[in-house]
């Protein structure tokens, strides 16, 4: 007699290699950023780099190439100067100069301020200025407070992205490198300069601990929803690197996935995942003919794809927010103006 051999097993495989083949469902429909809003920036000014609201939705405030951070204050009232570095004021940087200087020399005298990140709890905004290091400012804004120029006894040189523990209040912040400043960004990809570092602040104490050293171009960073690793884009590599903060795993780190572009910040999406603002496609044809490319890309709580953003050749963001409404925010670091995308 015949001996039949089950069927299941095989059908199962079967479904299991149509799967692997096909698109996966998560993946939502691409968002079009080709026609967005603009909130333009006042007194010819540029660079929102990054953007930012309070805990009451105040906002965008979002810090620009002059040194300051400006605050939004609605439709019809505009923008208002918010927080600057004491060097801003030592070097008396509202007074228009009478010769044009250099803006990598305003900017190292003036300052830079990049990433900014809100505490919720007590209302202060923490800022990343490329320059003048770590810096905390007042619910009520003004000359901010320099909290940190140097970790490990070394400077920071390159002052970038920070996050905030919600819950702790500590602050975690990267210095793209050691060696080069942010006049010199390209250096820091073109020599693949792995100086860089992963920090963390604690406010009870006033300490910086080097929490990774050797990292290479380290940007952006975002603290997990459950609180135990930070995501921190790796702008030269074109990768999002996890770190783990707390855990069994806590003060070691691995690759959390590939991208397909140079990531600048990352912002939580809400859901446990992250936007990613790509400020260019490592594959970018800038004479192709389609007037397109990938801007954004929302990457889910395990490093897996869902969603991409497009926009036109001319937007290179440096970050997205997306807002309860659905709107989401697009800094630049050359733009004079930020962009809204309804999605």
């Known amino acids: 007699m015949a001996r039949r051999t089950p069927k299941l097993p095989l059908l199962a495989a079967i479904l299991l290699a149509v799967l692997v083949l096909l698109p996966s469902a998560a993946v939502a429909k691409a968002i079009d950023a080709s026609n967005t809003q603009h909130m333009d920036l006042p007194d010819g000014l540029v660079g ?89 400012v007042g619910p009520k804004g003004g000359e901010a407070t320099v909290l940190a120029t140097e970790a490990g006894g070394v400077p920071l040189r390159f002052t970038n992205g920070v996050d905030v523990d919600q819950i702790t209040g500590d602050v975690y912040f990267t210095d793209s490198s050691t060696t080069y400043t942010r006049a010199q960004h390209e250096m820091v990809t073109g020599m693949r300069d792995s100086t860089g570092r992963i920090m963390r602040y604690n406010r009870r104490t006033n300490k910086v601990t080097v929490l990774q050293s050797g990292v290479t171009y380290p940007n952006g960073i975002a603290i997990s929803a459950d609180r135990t690793h930070l995501i921190v884009a790796l702008t030269g590599p074109c990768k999002l690197m996890r770190y783990w903060i ?60 869902l969603q991409e953003m497009r926009g036109p050749k001319d937007m290179r963001p440096t970050e997205a927010v997306e807002r309860e409404d659905g709107k989401i925010y697009l800094g630049s670091v050359e733009l004079p103006y930020v962009s809204i995308v309804k999605t």
């Not at 044009?100 to 830079?112: D, I, T, V």
């Not at 992250?274 to 990938?294: C, F, I, M, Q």
């Open 48 to 136: 929102p780099e990054s953007v930012a609201f309070n805990n009451h939705g105040a906002g965008p405030y979002v810090s620009v190439s002059d040194g300051r951070v400006l605050k939004y204050n609605g439709e019809g009232n505009g923008w208002t100067k918010f927080a600057y570095s004491p060097s801003y004021s030592k070097n008396d940087c509202s007074t228009p100069s009478t010769t044009e200087l250099p803006r990598s020399a305003r900017e190292s005298s003036c300052g830079r301020p990049l990433g900014l990140r809100f505490h919720n709890n007590s209302g202060n905004l923490y800022i990343a200025d490329a320059y003048m290091g770590l810096m905390r």
């Open 246 to 305: 707390r855990g069994p795993n806590a003060g070691t780190s691995k690759l959390f996935t590939d991208l397909p572009g140079y990531p600048d910040n990352v912002r939580p999406d809400g859901n446990g995942g992250y936007w990613v603002a790509l400020h260019r496609e490592t594959n970018e044809k800038p004479n192709g003919k389609e007037d397109s490319h990938l801007v954004a890309i929302r990457i889910g709580a395990e490093g897996e794809r």
